[in-house]
C-alpha cells in the first residue's frame, strides 16, 4: 500500500488508481474544491503525504500549481499526455495499470531551496530549446525522468526544482531515441 494519499481530479480518476495499486485517493471534483478541502488536504500531508497525480492539460496544471502553492511537501506524479489519452479524452482514467504504477514510483517532491543545477544555457545546447524539435524531446525526456511535459521554463524548473542530478539527466538522455551525445 502506497502510504501518501494519492489527490487526482475526478472519481473515475479514483477508480483508474485504485485499479492499478493499492492506495488511498481523493479527487478534487475538478478546480471548483472550496478551502476546507485545500484545509483537509493539509492535515492530510503532514500526517502521510500527498502525491499529486493530475490531467496532463491545461486544467490538470492548473490544479496543481494551485495545491502545490497552499500544500507544502506535496509530491508530483506525471502522466505522459500520450498514455492518458484514449478516443479525444485526456485524463488519469485513460491510462493503463502500468502506466499509473510507473507515474507514481517517479513521484518527486519539490525541492524548497533555490537550486541552478540546470540553466537555459544547457538546454539550448542539448537542442531542448530553440531548436528543431525541441517540443518533443523535452517530451521524452519529461516522460523518462517523470516530471511531464513543461515548454522551455516550465521544463528548466522542473529539472531545478524536482532535485534532478546532472547524471541522472544524462542517463536518461541517453535512454532518447536518436541521441548521438
Same mark, same amino acid.
Given at each position: 500500500?502506497?502510504?501518501?494519499?494519492?489527490?487526482?481530479?475526478?472519481?473515475?480518476?479514483?477508480?483508474?488508481?485504485?485499479?492499478?495499486?493499492?492506495?488511498?485517493?481523493?479527487?478534487?471534483?475538478?478546480?471548483?474544491?472550496?478551502?476546507?478541502? $485545500?484545509?483537509?488536504?493539509?492535515?492530510?500531508?503532514?500526517?502521510?503525504?500527498?502525491?499529486?497525480?493530475?490531467? +496532463?492539460?491545461?486544467?490538470?496544471?492548473?490544479?496543481?500549481?494551485?495545491?502545490?502553492?497552499?500544500?507544502?511537501?506535496?509530491?508530483?506524479?506525471?502522466? +505522459?499526455?500520450?498514455?492518458?489519452?484514449?478516443?479525444?479524452?485526456?485524463?488519469?482514467?485513460?491510462?493503463?495499470?502500468?502506466?499509473?504504477?510507473?507515474?507514481?514510483?517517479?513521484?518527486? +517532491? $519539490?525541492?524548497?531551496?533555490?537550486?541552478?543545477?540546470?540553466?537555459?544555457?544547457?538546454?539550448?545546447?542539448?537542442?531542448?530549446?530553440?531548436?528543431?524539435?525541441?517540443?518533443?524531446?523535452?517530451?521524452?525526456?519529461?516522460?523518462?525522468?517523470?516530471?511531464?511535459?513543461?515548454?522551455?521554463?516550465?521544463?528548466?524548473?522542473?529539472?531545478?526544482?524536482?532535485?534532478?542530478?546532472?547524471?541522472?539527466?544524462?542517463?536518461?538522455?541517453?535512454?532518447?531515441?536518436?541521441?548521438?551525445?
Amino acid at each position: 500500500m502506497i502510504k501518501e494519499i494519492i489527490v487526482v481530479e475526478g472519481k473515475d480518476d479514483i477508480v483508474a488508481v485504485k485499479n492499478a495499486l493499492e492506495a488511498e485517493v481523493i479527487a478534487t471534483g475538478g478546480f471548483g474544491y472550496k478551502k476546507d478541502f $485545500i484545509e483537509n488536504l493539509k492535515t492530510v500531508a503532514e500526517k502521510r503525504g500527498i502525491i499529486i497525480l493530475t490531467d +496532463p492539460d491545461y486544467a490538470g496544471e492548473k490544479i496543481r500549481k494551485d495545491l502545490s502553492r497552499n500544500i507544502k511537501n506535496c509530491k508530483h506524479a506525471f502522466l +505522459p499526455r500520450g498514455k492518458a489519452f484514449k478516443k479525444g479524452d485526456v485524463g488519469v482514467e485513460n491510462a493503463s495499470k502500468e502506466d499509473i504504477i510507473e507515474a507514481i514510483k517517479k513521484a518527486r +517532491p $519539490i525541492i524548497i531551496e533555490k537550486r541552478e543545477e540546470f540553466t537555459k544555457e544547457d538546454l539550448i545546447d542539448l537542442g531542448l530549446t530553440g531548436g528543431l524539435n525541441s517540443k518533443e524531446k523535452r517530451e521524452e525526456l519529461g516522460n523518462i525522468l517523470g516530471i511531464g511535459y513543461g515548454n522551455s521554463k516550465q521544463f528548466l524548473n522542473r529539472l531545478n526544482n524536482f532535485g534532478i542530478t546532472r547524471e541522472e539527466f544524462i542517463k536518461a538522455l541517453e535512454g532518447m531515441e536518436g541521441y548521438d551525445g
